[in-house]
């Protein structure tokens, strides 16, 4: 037959020690709801700071985090530079053409009766002036009457008045007119004779003109570009008086 089981009874002297070791080694419930039992005390939750934890040559150092941005900016081991300043626009140097020299023909001023010119030489009375490779004429393409335009109000000239084009070689491949005060339109025969002498024509008021010529005439070079400009003063019929 089996031999019954007999329940076995610790003496209370062992299971009070028992307890006491147990709770010797217990700790308290954390913030987090749960308890945790260790050989040995822990800090609270709440007196922990954020670090970060590295080795260095074998040795265990800690280093705070900082949650803020630094104004310097760390470059290397143990090296800091100032971040460079935003930077700035140099105008002066990006104006290409600063340091090239004007040409002897730009023109300085318009008057009312004539131009003055870059190399000191004025034309004055009432004349126009005809720009070409560099060099400065006088020019009348009027006809008697100092009449400019035709009866349609377009501005038409002689074509002997373009005659000095016809010495010229190689030719400027654009002509810049300034018409005066006020720009009109050119006759059709008045644009045959320009573009027989191969050239493109651009029509503007005489101080427009005479800046277009300017800023041209030093970017691309005088044997490029040429210009026939009537002064500001002109009246038709009239002439600057």
């Not at 005390?41 to 080795?55: E, H």
């Not at 460079?84 to 023109?107: C, H, K, V, Y």
């Amino acid at each position: 037959m089996a031999t019954p089981i007999r329940p076995f009874h610790f003496p209370a002297s062992v299971c009070r020690a028992a307890l006491r070791r147990i709770e010797s080694r217990s700790c308290s419930s954390s913030s987090s709801g749960f308890t945790a039992f260790t050989s040995r005390p822990t800090r609270s939750p709440t007196t922990l700071q954020p670090t970060l934890r590295g080795c260095t040559r074998g040795h265990v150092h800690v280093r705070s985090l900082h949650t803020t941005p630094s104004r310097r900016t760390t470059v290397g081991h143990n090296r800091e530079r100032v971040p460079d300043e935003a930077p700035t626009t140099d105008f002066e140097r990006m104006d290409m053409l600063g340091q090239t020299p004007a040409p002897a023909t730009s023109i300085d001023v318009c008057m009312y009766d004539g131009f003055g010119l870059n190399s000191g030489v004025k034309i004055l009375d009432g004349n126009g002036a005809l720009l070409v490779n560099g060099e400065a004429f006088i020019w009348r393409p009027w006809r008697d009457g100092k009449k400019l335009l035709n009866h349609k109000g377009q501005w038409d000239v002689p074509a002997e008045a373009f005659g000095l084009f016809d010495l010229v070689w190689p030719r400027p491949d654009l002509l810049i007119l300034g018409l005066g005060r006020e720009i009109r339109p050119l006759s059709p025969d008045m644009r045959k004779v320009i573009s027989s002498l191969g050239m493109r024509v651009e029509v503007l008021d005489t101080r427009n003109a005479a800046s277009q010529f300017n800023m041209l005439a030093t970017e691309r070079g005088v044997n490029n570009v040429a210009a026939a400009l009537i002064p500001i003063g002109w009246r038709e019929g009239v002439g600057c008086v």
